[in-house]
């Protein structure tokens, strides 16, 4: 009976999970009624992100900060780069990019900020600037020169897109808790990397951090959207879950040091194979001190 009641169980969990992929696919009339929620299902539709546990700062026995680089031309990093055109997919499928900027001009998330450390806030002013700029050709200018109103074709626009992004960057800390003997990781800051919008298809592009996210502020949306699960469409895996269970492939650039918190490539100078094996170096020393822990 208890098998059978754990086997029900397992059941409705896993059809309340289906049912988040895309509400009423199988009982729609008209594409219009996709997505859409019935009274029970919104009423029952408590879906939040999990909550972290309290740390008190004394049952941190060992921590340390470190950045990494996510690398969006790795296979396993896909899901947060596509999709790149959403005019050819559905409304719930887009682009971690995506989420972020909407949510940040929506106002759904505030604490965008300029560098890692948090300490100089960004406005949605600033945060569209980079985004945009507008050129003028040189038939435009001649006209604006000779004081005539500029022709509209002669005009350009550019925009940042979901296709522009080359990697994330992403801050966290590792810590070792005492009170449960294990070593955990807690994401504090995201940002994804584009070339400067004002070098944007020359030769040489400038890359620059376009802003920091404190990730703690965008968890509710970040749960709310969903990245593409290539195994089982039916159950697609929340951005915030993606992130937190750290479902992607990473290379650790900087850590936490006396001399400023310099970067790997810093010391390890025109050497890529080294500033490799540096970050390998640094991450076993951390994963490390959990098995040392063990070892007497």
Not at 11 to 31: D, Y
Not at 149 to 166: E, G, K
Not at 248 to 272: H, L, P
Request: hydrophobic share 35%; glycine share 4%; with cysteine.
């Amino acid at each position: 009976m208890n098998c059978r009641n754990f086997l029900m169980l397992a059941v409705l969990i896993a059809g309340t999970t289906v049912s988040f992929a895309q509400s009423n696919l199988l009982n729609a009339k008209t594409p219009d009624e996709i997505g859409k929620k019935t009274a029970a299902q919104l009423i029952s539709d408590n879906d939040k992100p999990l909550p972290y546990g309290y740390v008190h700062d004394r049952d941190v026995l060992m921590g340390k900060t470190v950045w990494e680089i996510i690398d969006l031309d790795e296979r396993i990093n896909f899901p947060l780069y596509y999709p790149v055109d959403s005019l050819n997919v559905g409304s719930d499928r887009r682009s971690l990019y995506d989420v972020l900027t909407k949510a940040m001009k929506s106002g759904e998330i505030t604490e965008v900020y300029s560098d890692s450390y948090f300490n100089t806030k960004k406005t949605i002013k600033d945060i569209e600037a980079s985004l945009s700029r507008v050129d003028t050709t040189d038939p435009g200018r001649e006209q604006y020169n000779a004081g005539q109103a500029i022709d509209p074709q002669y005009i350009v626009p550019t925009n940042l897109s979901s296709y522009d992004v080359s990697d994330y960057k992403i801050k966290g800390f590792w810590y070792f808790d005492k009170r449960q003997s294990e070593l955990k990781y807690r994401l504090l800051g995201i940002c994804p990397v584009t070339p400067d919008v004002y070098t944007v298809g020359n030769d040489e592009p400038d890359y620059i951090e376009l802003f920091w996210v404190y990730f703690p502020d965008a968890r509710e949306v970040l749960h709310e959207n969903k990245a593409f699960n290539d195994r089982n469409t039916a159950m697609p895996i929340t951005f915030d879950h993606l992130l937190n269970s750290r479902r992607f492939n990473a290379t650790i650039y900087k850590e936490e040091n006396v001399y400023g918190d310099r970067e790997i490539k810093d010391y390890m100078k025109d050497n890529a194979q080294m500033q490799l094996l540096e970050s390998e170096r640094v991450k076993d020393k951390i994963r490390d001190f959990e098995s040392d822990m063990w070892n007497y």
